[in-house]
């Protein structure tokens, strides 16, 4: 069965860093599209980013452009988000899920699979 | 970016009844739109896909409609383990963006 683990979080001072990984079994990693979808405290959910099943393509909400980086080692079968320059409002649980169905240029659209999350506090 | 308006925002319901949701794209979106259920603690489930598709393994008491701008997500019998927040996704431009998210209670 499909299965998405994400590790990496904790606590961070504003303006550090801190990669997040989601690990992936149970399916071929590298002919999927990855997602980071995100969810503040008592909040709906936000997309974050998107990356194409072989890495060429990626997509960031404006919120976290140029901040964060999204990766994938398709060897490891293992997706990366690498949070730089962190705000009080990045403090979330951030999930990865994979992206399935709809496809445009390796994007694919329909989150049909979703990790727990790790949570990312941001404060001093 | 597309804006996505569900209503309501909570909604209290019995068991056995039928319940609805809508979910409104400021602009057309054609038929990509998703929906999902999220359980208190748990992470979220895709239903529906494509704005009508039930999701294998679905219980057929979901159903999803609609196209364009407006789109309608029921449950025809409510069971009590269909207690969560349902939220709908556009995928139609990025930014892919949520509705804000309807909370749903037994009555």
């Known amino acids: 069965q499909v299965q998405l683990v994400e590790s990496g979080g904790g606590v961070v001072q504003p303006g550090r860093s801190l990669r997040l990984s989601c690990a992936a079994s149970g399916f071929t990693f590298s002919r999927y599209a990855m997602h980071w979808v995100r969810q503040a405290p008592g909040k709906g959910l936000e997309w974050v980013t998107v990356i194409s099943y072989d890495g060429s393509n990626k997509y960031y909400a404006d919120s976290v452009k140029g901040r964060f980086t999204i990766s994938r080692d398709n060897s490891k079968n293992t997706l990366y988000l690498q949070m730089n320059s962190l705000r009080a409002e990045d403090t979330a649980v951030y999930s990865c899920a994979r992206g399935g169905g709809h496809c445009t240029n390796g994007v694919c659209y329909i989150l049909d699979s979703w990790g727990q999350g790790t949570l990312v506090t941001v404060s001093s | 970016d597309i804006q996505m308006t569900q209503s309501p925002s909570s909604l209290s319901a019995s068991v056995g009844d039928r319940v609805a949701i809508t979910c409104q794209a400021s602009q057309d979106i054609s038929k990509y739109l998703n929906w999902y259920q999220q359980k208190p603690g748990k992470a979220p489930k895709l239903l529906i896909y494509d704005a009508s598709n039930l999701e294998t393994g679905v219980p057929s008491r979901f159903r999803g409609s609609g196209s364009g701008t407006d789109f309608t997500f029921t449950i025809s019998s409510l069971q009590p383990e269909d207690i969560a927040t349902y939220y709908c996704?556009?995928?139609?431009?990025?930014?892919?963006?949520f509705g804000q998210g309807t909370r749903l209670e037994i009555k």
């Open positions: 996704q556009q995928y139609d431009n990025f930014p892919i963006t």
